[in-house]
């Protein structure tokens, strides 16, 4: 994406009547279109793609950035954050280091967009087995709660009011490209977004198209989570969410509402 920035050159003074006014010469002026969006030729055929969408959403980011002096504070945090969380996903997908190269137990995610208190975290779901799935979803749990315990204390020695809590809404389904696929769109993407904001839970998981009662899957999913039905607003009155238990335990009873047993 570009911003939208005239220099002083591109700007002229014009006589209208006895006035004298500044204008924005046409050229600069019809430089204000949709190319600015960066998605590349936007006529382009939609491609679909099998994805495992995630959201990370910083708990307490907007409030982070209405500090005294944010210029000062946001630039810090996030430059650490970004790094670290890309460095988390490498080592996360990582199965063996050979001197030729890295085995994988996952794909490496095949988007990543930026959208201003988290990050959208795309995945080629066709192209992993079902455990690989599966290790992906345990792999972004692992991220959330090495945030916690690693990334945030020592954020927090850098700057004021650090976001706490690194969130994550995590769902499958067709995601389909924008322009040359410089953006997706998808019901999986709007899924995990809604995921993400659920009251009480920092971590949620739809259960369509991922095999969590397999007998061969780790023991993560079967004492870690708790398999609820909810009714997700614009999606579905009876979606399967998977949530740690023990937030879903320690909900308030207002929260706990929400849910029904599966």
């Not at 706490?164 to 995590?170: K, M, T, V, Y």
């Not at 949620?204 to 009662?213: H, P, Q």
Request: charged content about 25%.
């Amino acid at each position: 994406m570009s911003t939208f920035r005239p220099e002083a050159t591109d700007y002229m003074k014009v006589q209208d009547g006895n006035e004298t006014k500044k204008v924005l010469k046409t050229e600069a002026f019809e430089k204000f279109n949709s190319a600015l969006l960066g998605l590349g030729d936007i006529t382009e055929t939609s491609d679909s793609i099998d994805a495992i969408a995630a959201v990370f959403d910083l708990q307490g980011f907007t409030n982070f950035c209405k500090q005294i002096q944010p210029h000062l504070s946001v630039p810090v945090f996030l430059s650490e954050f970004l790094a670290w969380l890309f460095d988390q996903l490498r080592k996360e997908m990582s199965q063996k280091t050979f001197e030729e190269g890295v085995a994988l137990w996952s794909p490496l995610p095949f988007y990543v967009k930026f959208m201003g208190d988290g990050l959208l975290v795309l995945w080629d779901a066709s192209s992993a087995r079902e455990a690989g799935r599966r290790n992906i979803i345990v792999s972004c749990r692992q991220i959330c709660a090495k945030y916690s315990t690693d990334l945030y204390p020592r954020l927090s020695r850098k700057v004021v009011d650090a976001p706490p809590i690194l969130r994550c809404g995590i769902a499958r389904g067709a995601v389909y490209s924008v322009g040359n696929g410089n953006d997706f769109v998808g019901s999986s993407i709007n899924m995990a977004a809604r995921l993400e904001k659920i009251p009480g839970a920092t971590f949620a998981v739809n259960a369509r198209g991922f095999k969590l009662d397999d007998p061969k899957a780790t023991g993560f999913f079967k004492t870690t989570l708790i398999v609820k039905k909810m009714a997700i607003r614009g999606i579905g009155d009876g979606e399967l969410i998977a949530l740690i238990k023990s937030e879903y335990e320690n909900m308030k009873a207002s929260d706990k509402k929400h849910f029904r047993d599966a």
